[in-house]
């Protein structure tokens, strides 16, 4: 069966510090990959999305970027960290044709 | 482009009673439906969803939901709640053929009391 990872689970850092979140996929290949930000009392919002290896595509002009270096491995960073950059970041998978996204257990993050 | 409006931010209910959330889209195509639940600090696991086929769609948790094209919803239904129901609620759209993308509304908080 398929499981999807994220590390840290929580974070802290401070303004101006680098970020670095990981999602890892296991038990599919090629998957389509996302990645959202859950602000306090707010819903989902779509920050990239990937359909293979090196694809990326971004929703939203921002402070933060997206990466996939391997095939089931998706990546989160910012150079500089904003406060508004806190929030609770997910994390999803999906079969290439398939319907639903699979999610994981998002990190909360905490910009001081 | 679609959007998805859940018109309840917030839903109080007594524990054995029913609950609807309710759930309207906008789309110039055709859709596929979700309802998703997330339970404090959390991922989303998807509830339920509709495809195609029959408008009444049986999710998991006793939940089920009604997929109506001509008034454009899909409102989210469980005709008595447990106290483990308390969680967030999402109501989710994609438009076909092509999109890989999931539209989310706001949410809304279920909290059930006993």
């Known amino acids: 069966s398929q499981t999807i990872h994220q590390w840290p689970a929580t974070l802290v850092q401070p303004v101006g510090s680098p970020l670095s979140l990981e999602c890892t996929v296991e038990g599919t290949s090629n998957p389509n990959l996302y990645w959202y930000r859950q602000a306090a009392g707010r819903g989902l919002q779509l920050l990239f999305y990937s359909v293979g290896i090196g694809q990326i595509s971004s929703e939203v002009p921002q402070n933060l970027s997206a990466s996939r270096p391997q095939d089931r491995q998706f990546i989160l960073s910012s150079k500089k960290l904003l406060l508004s950059d806190s929030g609770f970041y997910l994390c999803a998978w999906a079969l290439q044709g398939g319907s639903e996204q699979y999610f994981g257990p998002g990190t909360r993050l905490t910009v001081t | 482009a679609q959007s998805v409006t859940q018109l309840d931010s917030q839903v109080p209910v007594f524990e054995e009673a029913p609950v609807e959330l309710r759930c309207n889209y906008s789309?110039?195509?055709?859709?596929?439906l979700f309802w998703y639940v997330q339970y404090p600090n959390q991922g989303l696991q998807l509830l339920l969803k509709?495809?195609?086929?029959?408008?009444l769609v049986k999710g998991i948790n006793g939940f089920e939901a009604e997929f109506n094209k001509s008034q454009t919803s899909f409102h989210l239904r469980k005709p008595s709640v447990h106290i483990s129901d308390t969680a967030e609620y999402f109501c989710a759209v994609r438009s076909l053929p092509f999109d890989y993308k999931l539209s989310f509304g706001a949410g809304t908080t279920v909290t059930v009391r006993a």
């Open positions: 509709y495809l195609s086929g029959s408008t």
């Open positions: 789309s110039s195509v055709s859709v596929y």
